[in-house]
């Protein structure tokens, strides 16, 4: 399995940004896919995941600002943030899980190599 991540940078507090993540290899429909961040000296945090059936999970520091979006054909994994505030830098990694997709920051299967995010 690979997922590789796109679409990061640096973006002005009140932005907007969409994450990409392509993935290939078998992953369970069971599967919850998603995404999970990690900012210097803090842990790593779920903040989005979705399910095949099309249940979603956003953590309440994301709720509402964040989109999560899956395209089927192209094995393509999206995040759009917007409203972005400098506590949403970090690392944001793509990510897939067992278990609850509350679990993606603490108990993932697989996992990209990350994109930063920088929010100023």
């Known amino acids: 399995v690979q997922l590789v991540e796109s679409g990061g940078g640096s973006v002005q507090a009140g932005g907007s940004l969409r994450l990409s993540c392509t993935h290939s290899?078998?992953?369970?429909?069971?599967?919850?896919m998603g995404w999970f961040r990690q900012a210097p000296g803090k842990a790593r945090e779920g903040i989005a995941g979705i399910r095949r059936d099309g249940d979603e999970y956003y953590a309440g520091s994301v709720k509402g600002r964040f989109t999560i979006s899956h395209d089927d054909d192209a094995n393509r994994l999206y995040l759009q943030m917007r409203s972005l505030t400098p506590e949403d830098t970090a690392m944001y990694y793509c990510a897939a899980t067992g278990g609850p997709c509350s679990w993606l920051g603490t108990d993932y299967a697989f996992r990209g190599q990350g994109t930063q995010v920088t929010v100023s």
């Open positions: 290899g078998y992953i369970s429909s069971r599967h919850c």
